[in-house]
């Protein structure tokens, strides 16, 4: 059973910081995975998609990876504005088309 | 591009009351639509999934009942809610080939 880990649930860090949020997920029989932002109250957006068969994905100050073999994911995020505060999560796509989430990571930018 | 809307975008109502939220689809047709919810504190889980008029998948055993009417409209319903139906409700659909999924805005879901 395909199971989707998102460590650390919560980050603070002040304005202009690099970080890095960890997905983890125990099989590698993926199709894709995709990291979403999700501000309170409101629904997904996503943000990067990668395809099993790539390495990395950027779109502006956000660089997202794969390591399908060892079942990790980071999305990085370069000089932090307090506008990235949201909840970031990660899902895996099954070959069968069902998507399994991660619990998210709570992202605070302190100006 | 696909657009996704759902009405309503908050919801109260009592405990044994029905329920009927509706997602509605732009920009695309045929396209396979899925229902999650997410609860206070928890992940995204999913309830339903259709990939045409009249095909529902069910996830998780529960006294939600989903049914797709028409190609772009996907329905979630209930004939006696739960304190434990208290939720955002997520209507997505995947863009084209890609396989990128996509949200509407939600229904906030309160069963008081």
């Known amino acids: 059973k395909q199971e989707v880990t998102q460590i650390p649930a919560a980050l603070s860090v002040p304005e202009g910081e690099n970080l890095v949020l960890n997905c983890s997920f125990t099989?590698?029989?993926?199709?894709?995975l995709q990291w979403f932002r999700q501000d309170p109250g409101k629904g997904l957006t996503s943000l990067l998609l990668?395809?099993?068969?790539?390495r990395e994905q950027t779109s502006g100050r956000l660089n997202a990876s794969l390591d399908k073999s060892s079942g990790r994911s980071t999305l990085y995020i370069a000089a932090s504005q307090p506008g990235d505060s949201a909840t970031y999560l990660c899902?895996?796509?099954?070959?069968?088309?069902?998507?399994?989430f991660g619990q998210g990571t709570e992202l605070s930018v302190k100006p | 591009s696909q657009t996704i809307h759902q009405w309503p975008a908050t919801l109260v109502q009592p405990v044994g009351s029905p329920l009927s939220l509706e997602c509605t689809v732009e920009g695309t047709s045929n396209p396979n639509l899925y229902w999650y919810r997410q609860a206070a504190g928890r992940g995204l889980q999913l309830l339903f999934y259709s990939v045409g008029i009249g095909q529902i998948s069910s996830e998780v055993p529960q006294n939600l009942s989903a049914s797709r009417p028409q190609d772009r409209q996907f329905i979630l319903s209930s004939k006696k809610l739960l304190l434990s139906d208290s939720g955002f409700y997520l209507c997505a659909c995947p863009r084209d080939s890609y396989n990128e999924q996509f949200f509407g805005p939600g229904t906030r879901l309160t069963v008081l």
């Open positions: 099989d590698s029989a993926i199709y894709n």
């Open positions: 990668i395809q099993s068969s790539q």
């Open positions: 899902a895996v796509r099954l070959q069968g088309g069902k998507l399994i």
